[in-house]
């Protein structure tokens, strides 16, 4: 119940395009769901988040859609750019819990292609 | 710029060494965080200090030493570790000691053990 599932695993995407990202979860507990894009050699750094209180969020190029009833998120990046190359990681937490209660998806590694 | 460092970027240690990464961050966040990632996996949380306090350990081996000398510095003792330890080691801060709001993590240091 703990997990965050996501997928693909890896995704190319030519410039421009849509890139897609799903994630799901079981544990209806889960109160906040931040998504952290890394470059290589790099610390994850937070890239957008959502509430369970909203059905989306825009962000500039970067949204977040929610599904409550699903119990799905995922990342939309519209006119994907070579510089969003990165791998992306969906989380989950919940404010009822202890400290350090990120839960992180597997994660996707997102290649645009010029 | 992240603003939370971590010294060094880069470290190689024999079986038998003592070695020791350092973090710090002066965004007054009192809660603050140790993660392990291996290639192509998300973090692993490692160790949690609220408030300066140790509040979680993740069943981590005690050749891994935590200390928190004061509220904005974090450090993590390494002793006759295995070349399965080798990874990149992550601090992350909050500014509330559970994790609602956004994790800000260091660019990491890169362990590798021989």
């Known amino acids: 119940q703990q997990q965050v599932k996501q997928s693909p695993q890896s995704l190319i995407v030519q410039k421009g395009g849509i890139s897609i990202i799903n994630c799901a979860y079981e544990?209806?507990?889960?109160?906040?769901f931040p998504w952290y894009q890394q470059f290589p050699g790099k610390g994850p750094a937070l890239l957008i988040a959502?509430?369970?209180?909203?059905s989306e969020k825009k962000e500039g190029r970067f949204t977040i859609s929610f599904n409550k009833s699903a119990k799905q998120f995922s990342l939309h990046i519209m006119d994907s750019q070579p510089g969003d190359s990165a791998t992306y990681f969906c989380a989950a937490s919940f404010s009822g819990g202890s400290q350090g209660n990120l839960i992180f998806g597997k994660g996707t590694k997102l290649s645009v292609k010029p | 710029d992240t603003e939370v460092t971590q010294t060094p970027k880069h470290l190689v240690m024999g079986m038998t060494n003592k070695k020791s990464l350092k973090c710090e961050q002066h965004m007054g966040h009192r809660a603050m965080y140790w993660y392990k990632q291996k290639a192509k996996k998300p973090p692993e949380l490692m160790f949690v200090y609220s408030y300066e306090k140790l509040s979680i350990n993740e069943s981590v081996p005690s050749r891994f030493s935590p200390e928190c000398p004061n509220s904005s510095l974090l450090n993590l003792h390494l002793h006759a570790l295995q070349p399965e330890d080798s990874a990149l080691y992550l601090c992350a801060s909050s500014q509330e000691n559970r994790v609602t709001g956004e994790l800000f993590f260091g660019e990491g240091s890169r362990l590798t053990v021989l």
């Open positions: 544990n209806t507990a889960f109160d906040y």
């Open positions: 959502i509430r369970p209180d909203v």
